[in-house]
């Protein structure tokens, strides 16, 4: 004997099923929300700021003594970093491919390693392909006259000596390209 459900069996049965739809519909929904803020650029964003760049001599990678003073005229971002820092590490591709976008235009990045000696700095630079000019700091001194104590920490210096970006953390390639160019194209 087949029974037939009654008129409130079905509309239960359709109310679980239309719930279970709107339950999908609901995460479906949040997966695809997760997958845009995963797209999305949570890097640092620069500051701007406005302050004469400090003097600043130290040592290249070869061991000639270098200054800010020697790049007056170009722009220069200085990216303070060391081996150990993961964030370090994470944007040196995207500084390079940068630097190299724009060292044609009056561009230069000086990356400045915070402590460690060149037998340390040397393979990391070799490993990852850097081209920019990369400089030892084994006594803090651009930490200090930056006044910062964060790696990495890059600051954007003008034609005119002034800086007038400055990052604490992470630089993505979209925030490179966002803030830097205008300043590089003035």
């Known amino acids: 004997m087949t029974t037939i459900p009654s008129s409130r069996t079905r509309i239960l049965a359709l109310l679980m099923i239309g719930l279970g739809l709107l339950a999908t519909g609901v995460m479906s929904v949040m997966l695809l929300d997760q997958k845009?803020?995963?797209?999305?650029?949570?890097?640092?964003?620069?500051a701007k700021v406005n302050f004469p760049a400090p003097e600043l001599t130290l040592q290249s990678l070869s061991g000639e003594p270098v200054s800010l003073e020697d790049y007056r005229g170009k722009v220069i971002l200085v990216n303070l970093w060391a081996t150990w820092c993961p964030p370090c590490r994470e944007e040196m591709p995207t500084l390079q491919t940068f630097y190299e976008k724009y060292?044609?235009?009056?561009f230069v990045l000086v990356a400045i390693d915070q402590e460690e000696p060149r037998d340390i700095v040397a393979p990391f630079v070799n490993e990852f392909?850097?081209?920019f000019p990369v400089w030892l700091d084994e006594n803090y001194d651009a930490q200090r006259k930056f006044n910062t104590m964060n790696l990495p920490s890059s600051y954007v210096i003008d034609r005119d000596g002034i800086v007038r970006l400055m990052w604490i953390g992470g630089i993505s390639k979209r925030n490179l390209e966002k803030f830097?160019?205008?300043i590089i194209l003035e």
């Not at 845009?36 to 620069?46: C, E, G, I, K, R």
């Not at 060292?103 to 009056?106: E, P, R």
């Open 180 to 182: 830097v160019p205008d």
């Open 103 to 106: 060292k044609q235009d009056g």
């Open 36 to 46: 845009a803020a995963s797209a999305q650029d949570f890097s640092t964003v620069p």
């Open 129 to 131: 392909g850097l081209t």
